[in-house]
């Protein structure tokens, strides 16, 4: 159990462009998930939270309208990251816990973002 | 001062060796705790929760000390798929209902044949 899923693995594309990367629970409902972003040799570093039916909350120093962040369901969010550059190339990585975000993450298997 | 440290490393150990890591956080309203591991390019996947009395899963044991706000990992008879970073992790609340996992930047280790 507590399986997340995350696509696409991996993208490729040119600057300006936007990229949408989906995270899903496949076996438990998640009022909460996590969007984290890991440059090489960096620790994990959190973008947002992603509230189910409400508005995600970002972190400091991430910028809302550039990667927007819809939890359209209780199995599903999205991150798009806008007009992409060079500097967005990076993981992106999603969690959830079928506890409560209070309790273990379950993490996606990431999405290799490159950016030309 | 970082949220959560832990040891630099890298860690490079024969096999069958035994092996502790380290970890402090500095939040003293953390409320969860635990120890993540991380393959070269992969997610982190979860090893093992740690409480304050302490918790054994096979060759790994975690330890808390809320007093002094410190985590320890110990792997005994260590195997070559130890070869990981190994994440120490901290969960607060950071108010209005949500919480916050903290990472530390991860020890590598690396076991020898």
């Known amino acids: 159990g507590a399986v997340v899923s995350q696509h696409p693995s991996w993208v490729i594309c040119k600057s300006g462009t936007s990229v949408k990367i989906e995270c899903r629970s496949l076996?438990?409902?998640?009022?909460?998930m996590f969007w984290y972003r890991q440059f090489p040799k960096q620790s994990l570093m959190l973008m947002a939270t992603s509230n189910e039916g409400s508005k995600a909350t970002y972190e400091q120093g991430v910028e809302k309208d550039k990667f927007l962040i819809n939890h359209a369901s209780l199995t599903l969010s999205t991150l798009t990251v806008t007009s992409a550059h060079p500097e967005d190339s990076s993981f992106y990585i999603c969690?959830?816990?079928?506890?409560?975000?209070?309790?273990?993450?379950?993490f996606g298997p990431g999405t290799r973002l490159t950016v030309l | 001062r970082k949220e959560v440290e832990q040891d630099p490393g890298p860690f490079n150990v024969p096999e069958g060796a035994t092996v502790a890591f380290n970890c402090t956080y500095s939040n003293s309203a953390s409320q969860s705790f635990f120890w993540y591991r991380q393959d070269c390019r992969k997610e982190p996947k979860l090893l093992m929760s740690v409480y304050s009395s302490g918790n054994e899963d096979g060759r790994f044991t975690a330890q808390l000390n809320r007093a002094s706000q410190y985590i320890s990992l110990l792997i005994r008879d260590s195997k070559l798929s130890d070869s990981a970073t190994y994440l120490c992790v901290v969960n607060a609340y950071s108010g209005a209902g949500s919480y916050q996992l903290t990472f530390g930047k991860g020890t590598k280790l690396s076991v020898i044949p």
């Open positions: 076996d438990f409902q998640a009022t909460t």
């Open positions: 969690s959830a816990s079928p506890r409560g975000p209070q309790f273990e993450q379950f």
